[in-house]
């Protein structure tokens, strides 16, 4: 398996693209399952989630081809075609690699009345039920049963209009209700709908296709089902995790980078814990420009829904974080295992406390590098963090984790300063 060495203390300076949202790409590309006509999205980014996607398309009978990015542009473009849909079967073995799979269900059960997709079981960060997924399904006519690890939904007849009520907040859940009632006969209303800037996109995506969907951004959606969706193309947004983990990167090494294609509206809630924080960040005619001024302050954060301060960066700001000047306190509200990061950066010199969901970080002086290992994808990417501004090495394994999230990172942070490396053992 690869690591990735790192030797710290370099200021980060200069200016990294921003690739395509992985959490955008994964709900845009079952959008194809919708229509027979060609859908082409964009600015893709190269990720192994993205190409086990790709594959899982083509397992249900939809073509894929690839082309390199256009003139200004970094990500792949892709257009995929269900001219017919062979399969209505997304397998285990597919499904346990790569939960979002689970996303193939909404668009599959509108478009042919019947989808078979096995449960995609827990994950380092907790147990990742999808019973909202579900709930939503019958919510607008479908039948649901599950039994040997497979969720099995009809709606021989077509999906109808229906209220969709999600007591939380889910994106997931509301992607796959979102991609069911486009096609569904009448109107639908989500209730409790998440409102994260990746929804948004695929609601855009979706009216691209000729989708009626009222109530975008908010987390109300009232959608009027159509009979047929037809192709588009598509330019997914810009990956806010990746641009919120730079910035942390930008203000841990005392440097200033970048960030082209970032948009402070997906991000508001990081940029201002990074202002409160003593990080400068002020919006370019090319995206975000963030960099270090005297230190780190520590601040208190609590992960919450979108517009709120997002889960997907708790475990970079705890890294950011251990660097401060005090205590901070991190409150993990989403999922209730993403504190894994915890014992790896401790091992680097960090000091951190967790006590149920919160997690006091007291600041320390600095860190040291050490041989850390990866658990998962945004755990991996706080280590390497804290690995550029530690002393000496950091050598971090199991690095297929950050390859699922994270296109040419190396690449990226060699570009401006970093010094670091991929070795391969194969
Ligand atoms: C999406 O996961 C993202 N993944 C996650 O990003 C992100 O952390 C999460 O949303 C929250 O923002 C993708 O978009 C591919 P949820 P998702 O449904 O949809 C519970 C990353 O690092 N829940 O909003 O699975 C669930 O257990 C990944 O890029 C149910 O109880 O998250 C959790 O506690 C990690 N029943 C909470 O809701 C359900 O049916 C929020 O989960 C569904 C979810």
Do not use: W
């Not at 994964?26 to 989630?49: G, H, K, Q, W, Y």
């Not at 269900?105 to 907790?126: D, F, H, K, N």
């Not at 999808?130 to 006519?141: F, M, N, R, T, Y």
């Amino acid at each position: 398996m690869d690591q990735i060495h790192i030797r710290g203390g370099r200021r980060l300076e200069g200016a990294i693209a921003i690739s395509g949202a992985k959490n955008a790409a994964l709900t845009l590309l079952p959008c194809a399952l919708l229509t027979d006509e060609p859908l082409t999205l964009r600015n893709l980014p190269r990720l192994a989630d993205v190409d086990s996607f790709g594959h899982l398309l083509n397992e249900l009978g939809v073509s894929t081809t690839t082309e390199g990015a256009r003139r200004g542009e970094f990500g792949r473009v892709l257009t995929a075609r269900a001219t017919e849909v062979r399969s209505t079967t997304a397998p285990y073995d597919i499904v346990r690699k790569m939960r979002a799979s689970v996303l193939v269900l909404g668009p599959l059960v509108a478009r042919m009345g019947e989808a078979t997709v096995s449960l995609p079981g827990g994950c380092a960060i907790g147990n990742r039920p999808v019973d909202l997924h579900l709930q939503a399904l019958e919510a607008l006519g479908a039948e649901i049963e599950v039994a040997a690890g497979y969720v099995r939904a009809r709606a021989p007849g077509g999906l109808r209009g229906g209220t969709v009520r999600f007591p939380i907040v889910s994106v997931g859940a509301t992607e796959n209700a979102l991609m069911a009632a486009v096609l569904g006969r009448g109107t639908s209303v989500i209730e409790n709908a998440a409102r994260e800037p990746e929804i948004t996109d695929l609601a855009r995506c979706l009216q691209a296709m000729g989708a009626r969907i009222d109530g975008v951004g908010t987390s109300t959606l009232t959608i009027e089902g159509r009979d047929r969706l037809h192709g588009a193309t598509y330019a997914v947004m810009a990956d806010r995790i990746e641009a919120g983990s730079y910035a942390c990167a930008a203000a841990m090494t005392g440097g200033s980078l970048e960030l082209l294609g970032a948009r402070e509206e997906d991000l508001a809630a990081v940029t201002a814990k990074l202002r409160e924080a003593g990080v400068s960040v002020e919006e370019t005619r090319r995206g975000l420009k963030v960099s270090a001024v005297d230190g780190l302050r520590p601040v208190e954060i609590e992960t919450e829904p979108f517009p709120g301060f997002p889960t997907d960066m708790q475990a970079q700001f705890m890294a950011m974080l251990s660097l401060a000047t005090g205590t901070s306190r991190l409150t993990e509200t989403i999922f209730e295992n993403r504190y894994m990061h915890v014992p790896e950066l401790a091992r680097m010199g960090a000091r951190i406390e967790v006590r149920g969901r919160t997690a006091q970080v007291e600041g320390v002086g600095g860190l040291h590098g050490a041989p850390v290992m990866a658990t998962d994808l945004r755990a991996s990417m706080s280590l390497v963090l804290a690995g550029l501004v530690a002393e000496g090495e950091t050598r971090v394994n199991r690095v297929y984790h950050l390859d699922r999230g994270y296109e040419r990172l190396e690449e990226k942070l060699q570009a401006v300063g970093a010094d670091i490396e991929r070795l391969s053992d194969g």
